[in-house]
């Protein structure tokens, strides 16, 4: 016997018994982008490697560690895209949607990191996105960080994230901010946990996402990014504060907050929450004012976040905020053998006479008995049985799940149709 073929470690089937979920989740994504005037944009899952070392970051954990890159037949390096925005922001280049305009846009899809798979955490994942670009005020980051805040309405969970914010300055103000924490922490190499001291030349301000208590107990008297910020940075963080605040949204200000993409500036965020174990940032993003013109495009601000669809649908099921899904509403089936030529026409009136209506048809011929009782399996709120006698239809609907009411007999489809 020939070995099953399984899927690769961290790559996971969606089961037919996952996908309701998803498809709910999808679906108020959807609804809420379009109600900010935000408008879908596809891009491919294979990109040129250039166009992520380029935006990410070569000394990143993702380009150094996580990336699914190969040569293909023609020796050019191509990556499988690791993140959405780098993709977003070239396709905007490509195509000209960038220049001279402010598109809103939203995306939906996989992304791929060769990581160490853990729930909530995989290899192939799931990310929906949200980019704006065009518009350098702090005005369009309070509108992203509000639409964020309405998906956690819209899914009933507001009272299980909390939104923690930080300002990276300028390039220039983060520069300076770098040298004095790097100066700091030389002083404490020894004591830092091995991935710090692996950052303190090519990614210092990652020290501060560390996750060692040790190396937090020492970053606890280092210098703060605040202390660096230029004027226009603090007032461009001080706009974004007072919108939120007179939008009601609740926010902590978190300076070791950094992202761990080296594109962005000015303002970050991200949504946290305590439900989902080590796996607490259910959305993240921020400004990133001058990737557009490092990706070869005039000088274009942006802002965006990304969440991860996947954290998302545990957080939900974990707060029972999945809504119940029924697979087949209505179960066909024939009564007699005569019946047997017409129910698949009969299935099709019905689809035709109330839109929406999940009919399945009964496949194979078998006593009435044991149809019914694969109509009960199938989860069907009714079932239906078609008689044919002489050229005549009749019709019984049965109550599957409320056993109490009684069957009822019909000679007209229409007749069916009004009583389900």
């Known amino acids: 016997m020939a070995k099953n073929i399984q899927a690769i470690r961290g790559m996971n089937d969606l089961l037919p018994s996952q996908s309701p979920a998803w498809q709910y989740v999808e679906g108020v994504l959807r609804q809420v982008a379009s109600a900010y005037s935000y408008e879908e944009i596809r891009m491919p899952v294979l990109e040129s490697t250039d166009l992520f070392k380029r935006s990410i970051g070569e000394v990143t954990d993702i380009v150094e560690k996580e990336m699914y890159t190969f040569d293909d037949r023609n020796g050019d390096s191509l990556t499988l895209r690791p993140e959405g925005t780098a993709s977003c922001v070239r396709a905007g280049n490509e195509h000209g949607l960038l220049y001279n305009q402010t598109p809103r846009l939203w995306y939906m899809g996989p992304m791929f990191r060769h990581e160490r798979p853990q729930k909530g955490r995989y290899r192939q994942f799931h990310q929906f996105g949200i980019e704006a670009f065009g518009m350098p005020g702090p005005d369009i980051d309070a509108e992203i960080i509000l639409l964020s805040a309405r998906l956690w309405k819209a899914f009933g969970i507001e009272d299980q994230v909390e939104l923690q914010l930080n300002s990276l300055a300028s390039n220039e103000a983060r520069a300076n901010y770098r040298d004095a924490l790097r100066e700091f922490l ?81 303002t970050v965020f991200e949504w946290v929450t305590t439900e989902l174990g080590a796996q607490g940032t259910v959305c993240a993003g ?95 709120e009714y079932g239906l049985v078609v008689f044919m006698d002489g050229g005549i239809e009749t019709y019984q609907l049965k109550h599957l799940r409320d056993r109490d009411q009684a069957d009822q007999e019909f000679t007209q489809i229409d007749a069916v149709i009004r009583a389900l």
Request: overall charge neutral; charged content about 30%; some cysteine.
């Open 186 to 266: 030389r002083a404490h190499e020894a004591e830092l946990d091995e991935d710090s001291q692996r950052r303190l030349d090519s990614n210092v301000l990652r020290v501060l996402d560390s996750k060692s208590p040790q190396t937090q107990a020492i970053l606890a008297n280092a210098p703060r990014l605040s202390d660096y910020w230029d004027d226009e940075s603090r007032d461009h963080f001080e706009g974004l504060c007072t919108r939120l605040d007179a939008a009601g949204i609740r926010y902590t200000l978190n300076e070791r907050l950094v992202r761990g993409l080296d594109y962005y500036n000015r």
């Open 286 to 380: 921020g400004r990133y004012d001058g990737l557009v013109e490092q990706l070869g495009g005039k000088p274009t601000p942006g802002v965006g976040f990304a969440m991860g669809i996947e954290r998302l649908v545990l957080l939900l099921e974990a707060q029972g905020k999945i809504p119940s899904s029924r697979s087949t509403d209505l179960y066909v089936m024939a009564g007699n053998a005569e019946a047997e030529l017409i129910v698949l026409r009969v299935a099709e009136q019905l689809r035709d006479g109330q839109i929406g209506l999940k009919v399945q048809v009964h496949s194979g011929s078998q006593a009435l008995k044991k149809k019914l009782n694969k109509a009960d399996k199938s989860g069907a």
